[in-house]
Structures are given as structure tokens and as C-alpha cells.
């Protein structure tokens, strides 16, 4: 069985600036998947972005980076310049490869709120 | 991109009472999930909706209290039993398309409260 971890419950950031959300997993498998998700109060979970275990280069979609170091199976989302609309909660999960499609485990969750 | 309809959206229920949610998907997918988020809290995986067959449940889940079905490819319900106020969370549907068996897909969540 999996385990992720997200230590910070709640983060704040001033609009335009950039701030660094943390995930820690623990896992046997060599194959397998990493993600982020946000969850607007809206309640709609929408992937933010995704990374390969098997990749080494970090993925980047538009202002949303992630630090993967999978020696130390850390995964951290970085955003850049900050918007209003990021405020929500963000959730890190893994999904195991082979036939683990999309059964996901989520980590607690972040709250984070952008500041004008 | 697919369109994913999780109906209700929200409901105000009974103690005691049942309550179906249905997800339904406008194009075939490869597997179905519910999940439940209780109140401030994170996703559990309470069963995969399975077509045509019994759901496989997570440990803590069980089919008496979440009876799940799966007709087709596109459609699965999940039926909350004897509600208690303990049931009160977020349900959602979840998708995994045979173009991508990597990447999961939501509907808007069922907001439950039970009284």
C-alpha cells in the first residue's frame, strides 16, 4: 500500500508572487504516477498537472512546475505568479501503474489562499 | 473533452433514509470509481463501479451500506443506506478514459447532509 503525505495544512501567498505547496509519498512500486489536483470551493477536482515516475525532467504546464525527486519521493508544486483564481485546496496523489487504472490515494490536502 | 453529470448536486436528508447519486459519462470509459470527501478532508476510494458485475469495495466499505451499479460503460449510481449524519460528505464519481488509463476524471460532487 501507498502513502502520501502533505504536512502543510493551510498556505497563503500575495497575489503575482510565487509559492511552493510540499508532497511526500511512500511507495514500493517502481512504476507509477503523480499528481496534482485543485479543488475550487466549487468542489470540481481538475488535474493540475502530472508527472511519470519513469521521467526524470520535471513537468511544467504554464505557471504550475513540480519538483520531483524521486530518491527522496518528494513531489512539490511550485506556482508561479499567483492568482486570485488559484485560491483552493490542492490535493497531491499517486496512482500505482499495471492495473491500478486511475485508482487513486490522495494526500490531506492544502488549503491555499492568493491574496490581493 | 468528455462531459461527466453527477446528479444531485447537493441534498438535504433524513436519518434513516437512502439516497441513489448517478454519474454519467458522455463517452465510454474504462473504469468507474466513487469516492467519498467527508468535511474538510481528503478523498477515500470506497469502491470500484464495476459493468455489469458486483462492485469491488475498499476495506471499511461494504455493499450493504454503498450498493453501487454499473449497466453500462457510461452510467453508475451509488446508493447511500440508512443515512446518519455520519454520512454526511462529498461523494464523487470518478473516470478513467481508454485514451489515457492514467489520468482520472470528476464530476462536480454529490454535497450530502444528513439531519
Known amino acids: 500500500a501507498q502513502t502520501v503525505t502533505q504536512s502543510q495544512p493551510e498556505m497563503s501567498v500575495q497575489e503575482a508572487e510565487t509559492v511552493t505547496l510540499s508532497c511526500t509519498y511512500d511507495t514500493s512500486e517502481n512504476n507509477y504516477y503523480l499528481f496534482w489536483y485543485k479543488q475550487p470551493p466549487s468542489r470540481q477536482m481538475i488535474l493540475v498537472i502530472r508527472?511519470?515516475?519513469?521521467?526524470?525532467q520535471n513537468a511544467t504546464e504554464n505557471r504550475f512546475s513540480v519538483n520531483f525527486q524521486k530518491a527522496a519521493k518528494s513531489f512539490s508544486l511550485k506556482i508561479s505568479d499567483s492568482q486570485l483564481g488559484d485560491t483552493a485546496m490542492y490535493f497531491c496523489a499517486f496512482l500505482a501503474g499495471g492495473t491500478s487504472y486511475g485508482k487513486l490515494t490522495f494526500g490531506q490536502g492544502t488549503i491555499l489562499t492568493v491574496h490581493p | 473533452s468528455a462531459v461527466i453529470s453527477q446528479k444531485p448536486s447537493r441534498d438535504i436528508c433524513q436519518r434513516g433514509t437512502s439516497l441513489t447519486i448517478q454519474c454519467q459519462v458522455d463517452?465510454?470509459?474504462?473504469?468507474m470509481f466513487w469516492y467519498r470527501q467527508q468535511p474538510g478532508q481528503s478523498l477515500t476510494l470506497i469502491a470500484t463501479?464495476?459493468?455489469?458485475?458486483?462492485?469491488?469495495?475498499e476495506s471499511g466499505f461494504v455493499i450493504d451500506k454503498f450498493p453501487i451499479s454499473r449497466p453500462n460503460l457510461t452510467f453508475s449510481t451509488l446508493t447511500v443506506s440508512n443515512m446518519s449524519p455520519e454520512d454526511s460528505s462529498i461523494y464523487l464519481c470518478?473516470?478513467?478514459?481508454?485514451?489515457?488509463?492514467?489520468?482520472?476524471?470528476f464530476g462536480q460532487g454529490t454535497r450530502l447532509t444528513v439531519v
Open positions: 463501479a464495476n459493468q455489469g458485475s458486483e462492485a469491488t469495495y
Open positions: 508527472q511519470e515516475a519513469y521521467k526524470q
Open positions: 470518478s473516470v478513467v478514459f481508454r485514451r489515457s488509463n492514467t489520468e482520472a476524471f
Open positions: 463517452s465510454q470509459v474504462t473504469m
